[in-house]
Nanobody, 125 residues
Framework: QVQLVQSGGGLVQAGGSLRLSCAASGRTFIISAMGWFRQAPGQERESVAAISWLNYRTNYTDSVKGRFTVSRDGTKHVMYLQMNSLKPEDTAVYYC??????????????????WGQGTQVTVSS
């Protein structure tokens, strides 16, 4: 099993920045990829970014490209999401997730086996 604990988030004005962290523990050696998802009220959960645990490759949903950066600290088993130039439409609960099975980056939530507790990000206009 893998446990994921998130930190960061909060309230920020439009144009501001926040950083989310996701610390993995347990059987971290089984992780092949991790990702960030978000869910706004009344909307489906959507992929934001993903990073391969094997080769550090990343991908992003179009709406955050150039503003968000996903990274990982391999020694600490921590994934980060640096969010810059935040917009009100970025407001959502953000979740980190880990997969032990996928070999390519995935934006599909069902490809991820383990989930963090979620953290609220609110961007005011």
């Amino acid at each position: 099993q893998v446990q994921l604990v998130q930190s960061g988030g909060g309230l920020v004005q439009a144009g501001g920045s926040l950083r989310l962290s996701c610390a993995a523990s347990g059987r971290t050696f089984i992780i092949s990829a991790m990702g960030w998802f978000r869910q706004a009220p009344g909307q489906e959960r959507e992929s934001v970014a993903a990073i391969s645990w094997l080769n550090y490759r990343t991908n992003y949903t179009d709406s955050v490209k150039g503003r968000f950066t996903v990274s990982r600290d391999g020694t600490k088993h921590v994934m980060y999401l640096q969010m810059n130039s935040l917009k009100p439409e970025d407001t959502a609960v953000y979740y980190c997730a880990a997969s032990s099975t996928i070999v390519a980056l995935s934006t599909t939530s069902t490809d991820y086996d383990y989930w963090g507790q979620g953290t609220q990000v609110t961007v005011s206009s």
